[in-house]
């Protein structure tokens, strides 16, 4: 697990990354992977962690947590020498997903990252914990094993990082948590990030951290006033024929379309192209080369269209977006203010379609709820709508009857 030198190259940068007290190298580093503005929980957690002081930042799943710390260690870091960094995970999934933003973002340093994970044999992670690491993202468990065979000793930590805390007490993980902590030195500095902040967490969190600065940041409601906002209703089987007829009829400058799965952007935009259109598509399977030349090139105009899905897009400050088509309904309400914060920025109108099919009807509700406006339901004048209930009024009182009662929103993830 030798990493090859550093590559000396590494430009001059002034981006709103050095701006936050990083590197040129993580700069570039993060450039390459496609961002362009921190989140807003890196924007306010990435000076504390530099600074030394403990935190407890909370922000929504999907906002950048794990840049909004590693970024930070790496820089504190610096270079090659002992364990100086533990990172604890709830599971094997979010562990591995940890030390790949980590090995990516520590591309232009000589720093060391390994994992360790129940599950699997001990033989390679042996051998990774023996090579000599500076980062170690791990499962509780699997983690608490090793340190009884003695396989590796947490007595140089400096970084101690409790990542998705919510998740770890709920998965029953407090006891082990707290032994691993204790193995630590007293003088680290540690780091609580997570989704939610249950009270569980004040206790624990008195107990590990010294004088925590807190960074809550809260969902966004609001969007632009300048942004004008439609629901086409459709039946699926119509979508796609209802969304060339949107983009033939609208005189767009750029449009970016957003999609709920990687698979399904791939699809329109495969579709769109064989239709004449130029199209970029930017989702989380494409590799950062793509995603680069997909965001550049809808940037400079050679791309017409930005086929996306909500984590991909995040985030991104591109000017002169003027529609925004949501060809699939987005899962979170949220996530429909964060689509909609690409168009009509900076005091530029712009508007927002929103296909909805009936399967979509209590979501388009949650979006009108928690936006706090009602949007006007569109038909276009010539389309060869086939019937469908969305259109009959007495029916869509009683679905809409029915989407108002309350529903679970939690665990219904689409891997985006
Ligand atoms: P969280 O831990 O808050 O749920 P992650 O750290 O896993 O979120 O990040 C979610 C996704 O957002 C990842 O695919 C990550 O690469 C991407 N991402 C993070 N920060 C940025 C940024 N500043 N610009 C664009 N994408 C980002
Ligand atoms: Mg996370």
């Known amino acids: 697990m030798v990493k090859p030198a550093i590559p000396v190259d590494v430009p001059k940068m002034d981006t ?55 970024l930070p260690i790496i820089q504190k870091l610096g270079t090659h020498g002992k364990l100086r960094c533990l990172i604890l995970e709830p599971t094997r999934e979010l562990a591995l997903q940890v030390e790949e933003a980590f090995q990516k973002f520590s591309k232009f340093t000589d720093l060391r990252v390994t994992i360790v994970y129940g599950g699997v044999g ?33 007595a140089d930590v400096d970084i101690l990082v409790l990542d998705e805390v919510d998740r770890m007490l709920d998965m029953g993980f407090l006891p082990d948590v707290k032994r691993i902590v ?48 439609a629901f086409y209703p459709v039946v699926a089987s119509q979508k796609f024929e209802l969304l060339q007829l949107l983009l033939e009829q609208t005189d767009f400058k750029s ?14 935009a495969d579709r769109l192209q064989r239709k004449g259109h130029t199209v970029g598509v930017l989702h989380s399977d494409r590799s950062q080369r793509e995603r680069i030349e997909a965001l550049e090139g809808f940037k400079s105009g050679k791309f017409e269209v930005l086929v996306a899905t909500d984590i991909a897009a995040r985030g991104l400050d591109i000017a002169g977006v003027s529609h925004v088509i949501n060809y699939d309904v987005p899962e979170n309400a949220e996530d429909y203010v964060h689509r909609i914060g690409r168009t009509g920025r900076a005091q530029a109108s712009g508007d927002a379609f929103t296909l909805v099919t009936e399967e979509d009807v209590r ?36 679905v809409a009857a029915a989407a108002a009662k309350p529903v679970s929103r939690l665990h219904r993830g689409v891997r985006r």
């Open 16 to 70: 709103a990354f050095t701006k936050l007290g990083l590197s040129d190298a993580l700069a570039f580093g993060v450039q390459e992977m496609g961002y362009v503005e921190p989140t807003p929980i890196q924007a306010q957690a990435i000076p504390v962690v530099l600074s030394g002081r403990d935190l407890i930042g909370s922000a929504q799943t999907g906002t950048g947590k794990t840049a909004a710390f590693a």
């Open 122 to 154: 001990y033989g390679k992670q042996l051998e990774d914990l023996r090579g000599g690491i500076d980062i170690l993202a791990a499962t509780p468990g699997r983690l608490l094993d090793h340190m009884e065979q003695g396989n590796v000793s947490l």
């Open 182 to 229: 204790q193995k630590t030195p007293n003088t680290r500095q540690t780091l609580f990030f997570t989704a939610t902040v249950p009270p569980e967490i004040a206790s624990l969190a008195s107990w590990a951290l010294k004088d925590p600065a807190r960074v809550e940041i809260g969902r966004q409601r609001s969007v632009a006033e300048t942004i004008a906002h």
């Open 255 to 268: 449009v970016i379309i957003f999609a709920r799965t990687r698979m399904g952007s791939d699809r329109i």
């Open 363 to 398: 979501d388009a509700r949650s979006i009108e709820r928690f936006t706090g406006m009602a949007i006007e339901r569109k038909k276009i004048e010539g389309f060869p709508y086939i019937y469908s209930a969305l259109f009959d009024e007495k029916a869509q009182a009683e």
